[in-house]
């Protein structure tokens, strides 16, 4: 049984930028960022299988946010740069052992127990 633990976010101001790592206990095959935000369905983000490090994006955050994988530290970071107010939203984490998308939203073997990203004007 494997453990995502979330860390990061906060509130920024426009263009600002915020930084979110995910732990995991254990190596999982993939792993990806989700994201919900008050009264809207969740939506994926990005996602990277750990094995290979190539991450996936949503096109709504292409060119803005950056995921990576440090294998060491078992750890999927989020780089996000030039946010928006449409960004805001609570982040959550996921893994899975067989397959990850950014438009599979659930599902997933694992979550986090997500944190607060706020994008103010």
């Known amino acids: 049984q494997a453990q995502l633990v979330e860390s990061g976010g906060g509130s920024v101001q426009v263009g600002g930028s915020l930084r979110l790592s995910c732990a995991a206990s254990s190596t999982i095959y993939c792993m990806g960022w989700f994201r919900q935000a008050p009264g809207k369905e969740r939506e994926g983000v990005g996602v990277?299988?750990?094995?290979?490090?190539?991450?996936y994006y949503a096109d709504s955050v292409k060119g803005r946010f950056t995921i990576s994988y440090d294998k060491g530290k078992k750890t999927l970071v989020l780089q996000m740069n030039s946010l928006k107010p449409e960004d805001t939203a609570m982040y959550y984490c996921?893994?899975?052992?067989?397959?990850?998308?950014?438009?599979?939203?659930?599902?997933?073997?694992?979550w986090g127990q997500g944190t607060q990203v706020t994008v103010s004007s």
């Open positions: 996921a893994a899975d052992y067989r397959k990850c998308a950014v438009d599979r939203t659930t599902n997933y073997a694992y």
């Open positions: 990277l299988y750990t094995g290979v490090g190539y991450p």
